[in-house]
């Protein structure tokens, strides 16, 4: 059970992050994690916003490899 909610919680995280590497790409607006005065949290937020990056990349390049996506 708590293993679970570990695994569930894990996978929201990266999916917010996720997210916010593609409002990143796409508006150019990203968090300002100079305001974090704790070099240890914002060092955890950095890791943390880069995984997001890591993971809309693999995302982006497996839908430029796909026949299932087209370019508009």
């Not at 704790?38 to 943390?48: A, Q």
């Amino acid at each position: 059970m708590v293993l679970g909610r570990l695994v569930h919680y894990t996978v929201d995280a990266v999916l917010l992050s996720t997210v916010v590497a593609g409002i990143r790409r796409s508006s150019g607006f990203e968090p300002h994690t100079d305001l974090i005065t704790e070099p240890t949290v914002r060092s955890i937020t950095e890791k943390f916003l880069g995984v997001g990056e890591t993971i809309f990349d693999v995302a982006q390049a497996t839908a430029v490899n796909s026949s299932y996506f087209k370019k508009r």
